[in-house]
């Protein structure tokens, strides 16, 4: 069986789409490692040109479906969810007043990603880590 055939049924979802989110994305699709990638950023713009980037090199890899929304119902049943959202460190600030920011951020994403895949696993990627 090919790598399509075990891992065609699972869904990943990726909660913002910046640099690192879109790099994940990208990375996924061309391994093949989910049938669905489902993207949510705050960013409804950028992400809908996000999304159909990710469409259009698709078309290179049959049976991957890719979902955008600023909506988190699109994670619904995801086995994996990966959140890269956060902020960036802003000039002179300490590591410590960073990551209580992205802490509140983190309070905000969380629950929506447990109410609509109680189940997955939840992979964060921030800085500071």
């Not at 049938?35 to 159909?52: F, H, Q, R, Y």
Request: charged share 15%; net charge neutral; glycine share 8%.
């Amino acid at each position: 069986a090919g790598p399509e055939s075990v891992l065609g049924h699972k869904k990943v979802s990726i909660v913002g789409c910046g640099q690192v989110g879109m790099a994940i994305a990208y990375s996924m699709l061309n391994q093949v490692t989910a049938g669905t990638i489902a993207l949510v950023d705050m960013n409804l713009s950028k992400l809908e040109g996000e999304a159909k980037d990710l469409e259009q090199g698709s078309a290179f890899h049959q049976h991957v479906r890719i979902l955008a929304s600023n909506d988190y119902s699109v994670t619904a049943n995801s086995h994996l969810v990966i959140v890269t959202a956060g902020v960036a460190q802003k000039g002179g600030e300490s590591r410590l007043s960073l990551v209580e920011r992205n802490v509140e951020i983190m309070k905000k994403i969380i629950p929506n990603v447990l109410a609509f895949s109680p189940n997955a696993a939840v992979c964060v990627v921030s800085n500071p880590c």
